[in-house]
């Protein structure tokens, strides 16, 4: 089964360090999505990706967050300079290209501990 | 700020019975999808209604969904220790906008 899968899976780092988690869709999905989810709270949008086109970027994402996705495929979420704020989970879905709103399939997530 | 608020915020019930959460949203919608998490794993889809469909069922699952009174509810029937999880409601509009409620945490004892 080739599902979204991520990796790494856990990521504990100092305050001040950046970070980079990485994202690898289903293969046929041109749809990439990263979210931010906190302890009993439901995801928050971050970004989102058509193909290698980055179209939309939410509030939360600060400069210090960065994503690309190259080549349509995988995708790469980046956090510099690292802040205790920043602890959380960190989910990717991809989507088909039926359309918008069309269900998203979710990776199991990043965890990220800054101490 | 997120557009589903799901309700109650955690619901404890014995297995067996059945469990409703309730969903509410604030604007014109494509869609309404239900998802589960177990806890601190990703995000499984569980159903998906559109906005001109009312009902919509999957095996142990029923969704409703009221565009006129933006409410959506989720019945699952003959509960399991294993459908503990917290659920998410997620609305889509006619955009790339995904939106999120605070999610569910239902707890079935055996």
């Known amino acids: 089964d080739t599902g979204v899968s991520q990796n790494p899976r856990h990521k504990i780092t100092k305050r001040g360090q950046n970070v980079t988690f990485r994202c690898d869709p289903i293969s046929e999905h041109n749809r990439l999505y990263w979210y931010r989810q906190t302890l009993g709270q439901g995801p928050e949008f971050l970004t989102y990706?058509?193909?290698?086109?980055?179209?939309?970027k939410s509030r939360l994402l600060s400069d210090r967050f960065s994503a690309e996705r190259p080549k349509g495929s995988f995708s790469t979420l980046e956090i510099q300079r690292t802040e205790q704020g920043d602890s959380a989970m960190y989910l990717c879905a991809s989507s088909s290209p039926q359309g918008p709103g069309e269900t998203q399939y979710f990776g199991p997530g990043t965890r990220l501990l800054v101490l | 700020s997120q557009q589903g608020e799901e309700d109650p915020q955690a619901l404890s019930i014995q297995e067996g019975e059945n469990a409703t959460m309730n969903c509410s949203y604030k604007t014109s919608i494509n869609n309404l999808q239900w998802y589960r998490q177990n806890s601190g794993r990703g995000l499984v889809h569980l159903i998906l209604?559109?906005?001109?469909?009312r009902e919509k069922h999957s095996g142990r699952l029923r969704v409703t969904l009221d565009t006129s009174k933006k409410s959506s509810s989720l019945l699952i029937t003959a509960s399991r220790a294993a459908d503990t999880a917290s659920y998410f409601c997620?609305?889509?509009?006619?955009?790339?906008?995904?939106?999120f409620g605070p999610g569910t945490r239902l707890s079935v004892l055996p």
């Open positions: 209604i559109r906005s001109n469909e």
């Open positions: 990706f058509q193909n290698e086109a980055q179209l939309e």
């Open positions: 997620a609305t889509a509009d006619y955009g790339q906008n995904f939106v």
